[in-house]
Structure formats: structure tokens, C-alpha cells
């Protein structure tokens, strides 16, 4: 069992939709959580990122992290057709010897259609 | 210019030939990796790197090879290519404030026939 599961999708959605995608994962130690998105082609590039449990929000973007489920979330309000892309959760613990290492899903492939 | 590079973008090479990807950053970040990207596994991790000289292990090393003899360059080679190792590969660095973020590059994708 992987460490850190995403559904890959796709996803496609409508222009305007609230988009919902989630990771669950199994480590207990994973102490920071990030959202990741990538274009066509590209390298990945950070998104938002939370330290343990809580909301953030940045514009259209809220990051969830409930760390009792076990679950985290990214909600994308008002979905652009700029916003298709992968989404890759990832995770990592805190300290220690972990030298930055992140833990990755697997990806959701997001289309929005205009 | 300032960022993380990799070279070469696209190659194909045949089974059993020895392949090296190149990976460059000119921010003196001390943490490098190399990742491969594989539909529905996501990005798993190949090899890391601390600092110069110290490099270990992540999920998937076998037939890998790395070395760091200076901190802007983490090349990773391909001792005898596989069909199995036909993927994308990210190389990223990031700096010990904040390892939560990598800095990822273009990526260089590679066939093995």
C-alpha cells in the first residue's frame, strides 16, 4: 500500500465549478502537506503548503488538512480553464533525517472546459 | 541564468547503453533529487542529495547511479538502460529553510528501445 493515495481522475469540469481534490495518506509522521501543480510538459511547481493541521487560503485556493482522518483536500473556487493541470499532494515529516524528502500521490489530471 | 536546468530534454537510446542525465542549479541550494514520472505512480523518488559528497537512496535506486562533487551539479546515470526505465525525469533542489518546496526542472524524457 502506497504511503500517499490520489485519485488520478481525470477530472473535468465546467468553467466556474468548485473543484474538490483530495489525498489520504498512512504515515502519522508526515508533519507538512503540499499541493503541487503542473503543466503540460513542465516541471511541478508549489502551490500552497500547510505545517500540520488547519485551512489556508490564497485567492481562489484553499488547502484543508485533517490529520485525525488522516485526509487532505485542495478546493479551487471559481475553476479557470487556466487551471488544468496535474495536482500532486505531498507530504513529509518534520526534522529529523528526512533531508526534505517528499512523499508524492499520485496526481489528479484537472481539465476545465470553457 | 539563474534556476535549476537539465540536459538533455528528450533522449532515446537502446537497451544496455549506459545514459547520463544532467541536472544543474545556480542557486547553491544544498538538497538535490532526481524523480521519475510514470503515469499512475506520480513522481517517486530515485536518489537525494544533502550536500556535495553525500548523496543515499530513495523508493526506486536500482540500476541508478549519482554522483555530487559539487553542490550545482547532481548527474544521474544510467548504468545499462532498461525498457522499464523508459520515464520522465525531474531533477529538483531546495535549500534547508524551507525543504517543503522544490524547485523542479523541465525535465528530461527518455526513451529506452
Known sequence: ?114 | DAGITQSPRYKITETGRQVTLMCHQTWSHSYMFWYRQDLGHGLRLIYYSAAADITDKGEVPDGYVVSRSKTENFPLTLESATRSQTSVYFCASTWTGTTYEQYFGPGTRLTVT
Not at chain 1, 473535468?12 to 510538459?41: D, H, K
Not at chain 1, 485551512?55 to 487556466?82: C, H, M, W
Open chain 1, 1 to 114: 500500500q502506497k504511503e500517499v493515495e490520489q485519485d488520478p481522475g481525470p477530472l473535468s469540469v465546467p468553467e466556474g465549478a468548485i473543484v474538490s481534490l483530495n489525498c489520504t495518506y498512512s504515515n502519522s509522521a508526515f508533519q507538512y502537506f503540499m499541493w503541487y501543480r503542473q503543466y503540460s510538459r513542465k516541471g511541478p511547481e508549489l502551490l500552497m503548503y500547510t505545517y500540520s493541521s488547519g485551512n489556508k487560503e490564497d485567492g481562489r485556493f484553499t488547502a484543508q488538512v485533517d490529520k485525525s482522518s488522516k485526509y487532505i483536500s485542495l478546493f479551487i473556487r471559481d475553476s479557470q480553464p487556466s487551471d488544468s493541470a496535474t495536482y500532486l499532494c505531498a507530504m513529509r515529516r518534520a526534522g529529523g533525517t528526512s533531508y526534505g524528502k517528499l512523499t508524492f500521490g499520485q496526481g489528479t489530471i484537472l481539465t476545465v472546459h470553457p
